[in-house]
């Protein structure tokens, strides 16, 4: 039988694909990552089904899961908060799956990002503004960064960058992207994009990380950076320009 790695999406339970939807309703054993898939999604899987929640689960006992149904025929649903494809871990799953000969596909989800500049309504590719859009995280306690990877070396392209797992070293980070966005340069934050509990924290890199502290903010959220965030004045696309041919000869 199969697993599907499924996106989850990034919390409000109706923010996943139509293919995940089925997935879910149609496996009998489903792995979800904890409190970060919503109870009204896991509500949607068969009556009966195998829930196991994996958030104290290591490697090995998830694999044990997986190849376990495998054996038994029966389809899984894996759950991944967000996209399956960033940060969530599926890679060394999938390397176990193959080293056992389990099939698996992946299905993509909504990102934390992407709810993110929704809930902030702002478009992270502003012509004129910024055109690249950097996602990355920093290292504290979680795997060390690549050589290479550091934070500085993004943040002097200019770009637009959505930085995860960082929200709780604010007081640290800010002052090091304000050496290339400036202390004026603006930023957000938003805890738990798309779910009730929603906050979102807009500032400067001067101001951002008493805001994080006032609100309390450790854990389950984005920060996005960059000059997108309060762009007004910016050319029109080229897309929708009148300027531009539109013959198909």
Request: proline share 7%; charged share 20%.
């Amino acid at each position: 039988m199969t697993v599907f790695f499924v996106g989850a999406g990034p919390g409000a339970a109706d923010l996943v694909t139509l293919r995940a939807a089925r997935v879910i309703a149609s496996a009998p054993v489903c792995l979800y990552a904890g409190a970060l898939v919503p109870r009204e999604l896991l509500d949607t899987a068969p009556p009966g089904a195998r829930l196991v929640d994996t958030a104290d689960l290591d490697l090995d006992r998830i694999t044990a899961e997986l190849v376990a149904a495998h054996e038994a025929g029966l389809d899984v649903a894996r759950l991944h908060s967000g996209d399956p494809s960033v940060y969530s871990a599926m890679a060394e799953q999938m390397r176990r799956l193959d080293a056992a000969g389990v099939p698996y596909e992946v299905v993509p989800g909504v990102p934390a990002f992407a709810a993110a500049a929704a809930s902030l309504k702002r478009e992270l590719t502003v012509p004129g503004v910024g055109q690249t859009v950097v996602l990355t995280r920093t290292s504290a306690r979680s795997t060390p960064m690549p050589r290479g990877e550091e934070l500085a070396a993004y943040a002097a392209t200019g770009a637009t960058l959505v930085l995860h797992l960082a929200v709780q070293r604010m007081a640290e980070l800010a002052p090091q992207l304000a050496e290339h966005y400036g202390p004026d340069g603006p930023v957000a934050v938003v805890a738990r994009a798309s779910r009730d509990d929603e906050l979102v924290l807009r500032g400067t890199l001067a101001d951002i990380a008493g805001q994080v502290e006032a609100a309390g903010v450790r854990r389950t959220a984005v920060v996005v950076v960059g000059p997108v965030l309060t762009a007004a004045e910016f050319p029109d696309s080229h897309l929708y320009s009148t300027t531009r041919c539109r013959s198909q000869a």
